[in-house]
């Protein structure tokens, strides 16, 4: 028994901020940075930034929906819902729990992973395992982040590389592959290098509520994880860089995803990209890549795809699957 994905949807909110609006916009509280500093460190032109108040299961809602549309389904054949998020609606219950609610359907089990960026490599390999399992037959895998509600920007090393948004599979039960092999990882030695470290305690926030980042450090363990992990990914499946029609990467920076795909001897027209337009979503980004893919006709019904993620925690992972 595999599990093989059926159906992808993602989706972003409306507010779209390029580099040049954003600068203006950090230029009012005296911090200076610039459109070509950005492109040129990151990749990133633009991001979309949810409205206040909307929240991680507004925008997986609509991806889910699509995500539902484009394999058929309903939200009633779902018997599985996970969650990939860092900004969770609530402190509880889950997202999922609350994406459930908004599906309008009750009775399957839904849960949260909490990965970072990561986290749609992590909920695809839950679903993967559970469907292998026998323990689930139609499973919603979701990432969303409104991550513009963490950022601190008055720090120019952060707040220009995230965005917000949503994007989902469906994930279901079949004799034919599939997702072929997962890999996933964590270092909870490098925590303090990614973290959003304060808590909720005696009714408030203790400690600082917004995303801070060794970017450098980051960086250098990014490039190495993500050359094992994907190294392991094919050797599982028995498989080679050569095998790969699509890499599908976390979008955190173009050049992370160039080196990565260097080290697999892709050209990086075997690549999907689209940092450019989404900025950083966290756990969305694989998501999105993988729908923009897919809707825009570049992922055809067959082909090989590799994904891989890496993220604070540190965590890190791959899954190779036949689309
Ligand atoms: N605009 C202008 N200048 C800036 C900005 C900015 N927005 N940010 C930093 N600078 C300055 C710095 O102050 C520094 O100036 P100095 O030389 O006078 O001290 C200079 O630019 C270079 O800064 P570095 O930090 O060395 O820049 P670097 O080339 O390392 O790029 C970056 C920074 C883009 C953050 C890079 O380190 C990176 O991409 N790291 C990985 C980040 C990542 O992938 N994070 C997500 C992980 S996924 C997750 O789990 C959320």
Redesign the pocket.
């Given at each position: 028994m595999y599990s093989r994905i059926t159906g992808t949807g993602s989706y972003l909110p409306p507010r779209r901020i390029t580099n040049h609006e954003l600068?203006a916009q950090?230029a009012q509280s005296g911090?200076?940075?610039?459109h070509e500093?950005?492109v040129e460190?990151?990749g990133i032109e633009a991001r979309h930034f949810a409205d206040a108040g909307v929240t991680s299961s507004d925008l997986g809602l609509e991806a889910a929906r699509r995500a539902l549309d484009a394999a058929g389904l309903r939200p009633q054949d779902v018997d599985l819902i996970i969650v990939a998020t860092?900004t969770p609606d609530m402190v509880f219950p889950s997202t999922a729990a609350i994406l459930q609610q908004k599906l309008g359907v009750a009775g399957c089990p839904v849960f949260d992973v909490q990965a970072?960026?990561?986290g749609f490599i992590y909920a695809l390999s839950v679903a993967d395992a559970m469907i292998r399992a026998g323990n689930a037959r139609c499973a919603l895998v979701v990432g969303a982040e409104v991550?513009s509600h963490i950022l601190d920007f008055k720090d120019?090393?952060?707040?220009?590389?995230?965005g917000d948004g949503a994007g989902a599979a469906v994930l279901q039960a079949s004799e034919e592959p599939g997702i072929l092999a997962t890999d996933i990882h964590a270092d909870g030695r490098h925590v303090g290098i990614?973290c959003v470290p304060g808590h909720v305690s005696g009714g408030e926030v203790l400690g600082d509520p917004l995303?801070r980042?060794?970017?450098?450090?980051?960086?250098k363990l990014?490039v190495s994880v993500l050359e094992e992990t994907t190294q392991t990914v094919l050797a599982k499946a028995g498989k080679t860089g050569a095998d790969v029609d699509w890499l599908v990467p976390?979008q955190?920076?173009i050049?992370?995803m160039i080196s990565a795909a260097r080290k697999l001897k892709l050209p990086m027209e075997k690549v999907i990209v689209t940092v450019a337009e989404h900025g950083?979503t966290?756990a969305a980004?694989i998501g999105l890549a993988l729908d923009h893919g897919v809707r825009s006709g570049q992922i055809k019904k067959g082909q090989t795809l590799l994904l891989e993620?890496?993220?604070?925690?540190?965590?890190w992972g791959s899954v190779l699957l036949k689309y």
């Open positions: 600068a950090l911090i200076e940075t610039s500093w950005i460190r990151t860092s970072v960026c990561t991550f120019r090393t952060t707040c220009v590389l995230f990614l995303l980042m060794d970017g450098q450090a980051v960086f990014a976390h955190a920076n050049r992370i950083n966290s980004s993620g890496v993220g604070g925690g540190f965590t």
